[in-house]
């Protein structure tokens, strides 16, 4: 029988109340108070925090604050990656960002989704099980590719995937796979051009 974890990493429908994702939550909110607490210039104190506390961590990588995520170890990080202050990563699901990506200030990358239709987003179990979520979630991995750069306030949405090499513009909001070396923006965003290289 499949977990409520399980569930949650391959796609489907779970509650997102189950004592297992309470003490995820648990472990990222104490990670986050000492993060988000510790000076800039403590480098090796903040990587470190980061080493035990996501799912992976690659060399060379810079997590400025104030950061926000959901369970941090959903996060994998390759190398020589930059990520600015005021970023939230959402990862109820894998949130993977490979090597030499840049990402701009106030970026929001969501992997939780909820059924659109009220009466399927509504938990109709709720009633005798109080302890659950009132709502019915999935979560939808993000994937970020090599050498990209992720513009200011970008909102990237469950299930996206960004092509090795792609630019996406400020204010972006990406509901779509973008393709590999691409400049793509607006709302929601497209592929503006193709980058020579």
Known sequence: MKTELDKCLSGELYDAH???????????????HIYNNTNYDESDKRTQL????????????SVGTPFLCDYARNIHIGNKVSINMGCSLMDSNVITIEDETMIAPNVQIYTGTHPVKLQDRLNQDWESHREQHFIRTRALPVHIGRGCWIGGGVI???????????????????????PTNVVAAGDPCKVIHPIDN
């Open 18 to 32: 189950d004592p297992v994702f309470k003490q995820f939550k648990q472990t990222a909110t104490r990670f986050l």
């Open 50 to 61: 980061l080493k035990e506390t996501l799912g992976s961590l690659g060399d060379g990588v």
């Open 156 to 178: 990237i949405l469950p299930g996206v995937t960004i092509g090795d090499g792609s630019v996406i513009g400020a204010g972006s909001v990406v509901t779509k796979n973008i």
